[in-house]
């Protein structure tokens, strides 16, 4: 099993959630984050004076998948975030050594 | 009495009374603005601010201020209940509306100092100085105007021929004046100047707060302007109510186009803070003589204390004048403009009276309001701590938070 956590634009939330509901994916869990990557951040104005947002506002998508949807998954995610420009995000893929469903007490792929 | 004196009676008390009403709404619009243009964690301190000087403000006018601006003794023991009897020269409103109306007044020019100072200043002697202020300063330059007292017996503005209609200078003026005092004492908040010159902004947290405040003073000032024609029952007064009303929504319409338009030149953007700031500068520029211009020149006015108002602002940030709010540039700078501006469309007035009438308002606002801020920093010290400050001083001066979260009623 893996974990794939997507760091995506926030307005391309919408896509990417339909694209994973198509691929029969039936749990993610979606954090708002901020941070930094090669965009940087930028300057504002407020009652002129410039203030630097070094933080970007991003969206943190997690699904837990079993081995062969991965593939298919990352390529879900890849083309409904993707714009072309400079932000677009990252994935991140690691293994997940369990997984439980709380109320059933199922483990493994059973419980995704 | 006839039964028509009676309902000009009538009418000119609930007339005032609705208008004091409005100014003291005026009260929630400054708590919003300000709670507005603060960082989140210092939001329950500002509001805490706002409402206990107001109710502070309505005391010490009460216990003395009034007695002190109109020679009424004290704890309004010279108000009497009918103000149609008794005096040779009958008010033609209840005297208890009358000081109704004043006290809301005191109370706006006590708001003023709030914004200025916030976000860093002790809770509790910011209260102190609202008691000096409400209670002392504010009414005896009151006395010197509205009250008609001569300045220490040396001379007697309304003689000089200085005028000014609902305060610009002695209500804004003077608030601004006592502000500055204050902030050039306390100092800028941190990292809001860099080592090099540098001007940091410290973005406001909630500007749909500040725009609704800044809609609730644009609505008192109908009060604070309309009020202060003191009357309505007559065809006279009416159509000075209907003028002034008039020309003050005008003046604040204008002051806002003009500061939205200087903000996107300089800019590049909108700066709504600034545009908000501009409605209030225009308010502040024709409070001082709202029923003589014409409604193309009570625009203009407006317009010009909202070119002023922007460039005030960033001139006292090149200054290292910390004002979070721009509470000196609206009501202090714009203020002695609108005072300026009187004598243009008001012949019974002069530029050397409202000079000498708006040094006089200052000089004495502020010499006296540093006095009792420095007093204040001797024994308490006006400043909080510089962790309290990066914490925010809602923890500091009020032990909560104004958007609690991860909070358990667990012990």
Not at chain 1, 29 to 37: A, S
Not at chain 2, 41 to 47: D, G, H, P, R, S
Not at chain 2, 316 to 337: E, F, Q, R, T
């Amino acid at each position: 099993m893996k974990m794939v956590t997507a760091i995506i634009k926030p307005f391309k939330l919408d896509e990417v959630r339909e694209s994973l509901g198509d691929l029969g994916v039936t749990g993610v869990t979606v954090t708002e984050v901020k941070g930094f990557g090669r965009q940087k951040g930028h300057t504002e104005l407020y009652r002129g004076a410039e203030y630097v947002v070094d933080f970007l506002p991003k969206v943190k998508v997690e699904v837990a998948l079993a081995d062969e949807l991965v593939e298919r998954a990352v390529e879900a995610i890849t083309s409904a975030a993707q714009t072309g420009k400079i932000g677009d995000g990252k994935i991140f893929i690691t293994n997940t050594e369990q997984v439980i469903r709380i109320r059933t007490g199922e483990t493994g792929a059973d419980a995704i | 009495m006839s039964d028509i004196f009676q309902l000009q009676y009538a009418l000119d008390t609930f007339y005032f009374l609705v208008c004091g009403a409005l100014v003291m709404w005026m009260a929630a619009g400054f708590a919003m603005l300000e709670a507005g243009l603060v960082r989140t964690k210092n939001t329950t301190e500002i509001l805490t601010k706002n409402i206990s000087l107001y109710a502070i403000a309505c005391t010490m006018y009460l216990v003395c201020g009034y007695a002190i601006m109109y020679d009424g003794g004290f704890l309004l023991s010279g108000i009497v209940g009918d103000g149609a009897t008794g005096e040779a020269e009958p008010a033609t409103y209840a005297p208890s509306a009358d000081f109704y109306f004043q006290v809301v007044f005191v109370a706006t020019a006590m708001s003023i100092v709030s914004g200025a100072v916030a976000e860093r200043m002790k809770l509790w002697a910011f209260l102190l100085f609202a008691v000096v202020l409400t209670g002392y300063i504010y009414p005896m330059e009151g006395s010197w105007t509205w009250g008609g007292a001569s300045v220490f017996g040396m001379y007697t503005l309304g003689d000089l021929g200085f005028s000014d209609f609902a305060g610009s200078g002695i209500v804004h003026m003077a608030g601004a004046a006592a502000a500055l005092a204050g902030v050039i004492l306390l100092g800028a908040r941190k990292g809001k100047y860099g080592p090099n010159g540098e001007v940091n902004a410290i973005p406001g947290a909630n500007l749909p707060l500040a725009t609704l405040g800044t809609f609730i003073l644009w609505l008192g000032w109908f009060g604070f302007n309309g009020g202060s024609v003191l009357a309505t029952a007559s065809v006279e007064s009416a159509n000075a109510v209907a003028v002034v009303f008039m020309n003050t929504n005008a003046a604040a319409a204008g002051g806002l186009i003009a500061a939205l338009i200087v903000a996107k030149v300089l800019f590049g953007k909108a700066d709504l803070t600034m545009a908000l700031n501009g409605a209030l500068a225009g308010l502040v520029a024709i409070t001082a003589e709202p029923s003589t211009p014409t409604p193309l020149q009570a625009t203009l006015f407006g317009a010009l204390g909202g070119v002023l108002v922007v460039f005030s602002i960033l001139t006292l940030d090149k200054l290292k004048i910390d004002d979070p709010v721009g509470a000196i540039s609206v009501h202090g700078v714009v203020g002695l403009l609108g005072l300026l501006l009187v004598p243009v469309t008001n012949d019974g007035s002069s530029f050397s009276g409202q000079i000498i009438g708006a040094a006089t308002i200052f000089v004495w606002v502020f010499v006296t309001s540093y006095i009792a801020w420095y007093v204040i920093k001797v024994i308490m010290g006006l400043r909080v701590s510089e962790e309290e400050e990066a914490n925010g001083v809602d923890l500091a001066e009020c032990g909560m938070e104004a958007y609690p979260e991860f909070t358990s009623s667990k012990s």
